[in-house]
């Protein structure tokens, strides 16, 4: 089974500056799909960027950037120029390659709660 | 993107009762999923809804507990059967379009 995890479970940045949030999982599967989703206090779980593992050229969306290292099992998220409406808890999940013509549901990690100081 | 939404957004019920919860998504979806959020906690897959066949759940989830149905490509519900304190979750509804799921706005069920 995949495990992903999110080691820091809170993170604090000023306003303007970047963060980075970690992520890490465990798979022996070599095709997958990794993404971070953002979840505000509206509980309304919103899509930031996707990866496929079989791309080698690392996901930007924006102000939004993934550090993706294959061997290293590692999903890195960097946010630039970071905004107050960027608060809110991260998530970042796993999704096996689709290979029996249906979809894997997400294993998600445990999140990280960003804070942006004015 | 789906369009996705869920009724109802809240609700707080009593133990031993159960409650449906409904989710609508657009027609670019092929699969749907259920999962639940426990408080401050992360979400975890409850089972993917299966058109017109029964649904399919993970680990720890059984359907006498948690009926699902999907009469059609674009409609599912979830019941939480004989409620105790602890189903008190958010559940989330979630809609596939090729290898991306998107998210309706979630339910907020509290049992007393």
């Known amino acids: 089974a995949q495990t992903v995890t999110q080691s820091q479970p809170e993170m604090s940045v000023q306003e303007a500056e970047t963060v980075t949030l970690s992520c890490t999982y465990d798979?022996?599967?070599?095709?997958?799909?990794l993404f971070w989703y953002k979840q505000p206090p509206s509980r309304q779980m919103i899509l930031v960027i996707r990866?496929?593992?079989?791309?080698?050229q690392n996901a930007t969306e924006n102000r939004f950037s993934v550090n993706f290292q294959k061997a290293a099992k590692s999903f890195s998220l960097k946010i630039s120029d970071s905004q107050l409406g960027d608060a809110a808890m991260y998530f970042c999940a796993y999704r096996s390659e689709d290979s029996g013509g249906g979809a894997d549901g997400l294993t998600f990690g445990k999140g990280t709660h960003l804070i942006i100081q004015p | 993107s789906a369009v996705i939404s869920q009724k109802p957004s809240r609700d707080i019920c009593q133990r031993g009762t159960s409650l449906t919860i409904q989710c609508q998504v657009d027609?670019?979806?092929?699969?749907m999923f259920w999962y639940r959020q426990q408080p401050g906690q992360s979400l975890t897959l409850i089972a993917t809804?299966?058109?017109?066949?029964?649904?399919?759940?993970e680990s720890g989830f059984v359907i006498d507990k948690f009926p699902i149905s999907r009469p059609n490509l674009t409609f599912s519900t979830l019941t939480v059967s004989n409620m105790s304190p602890e189903d008190s979750s958010i559940y989330l509804c979630?809609?596939?379009?090729?290898?991306?799921?998107?998210f309706g706005p979630g339910t907020r069920l509290t049992v007393l």
């Open positions: 809804a299966n058109q017109g066949s029964e649904a399919t759940y």
């Open positions: 798979t022996s599967e070599s095709d997958y799909y």
């Open positions: 990866q496929e593992a079989y791309k080698q």
């Open positions: 979630s809609g596939s379009i090729t290898d991306t799921q998107y």
């Open positions: 027609s670019q979806v092929t699969m």
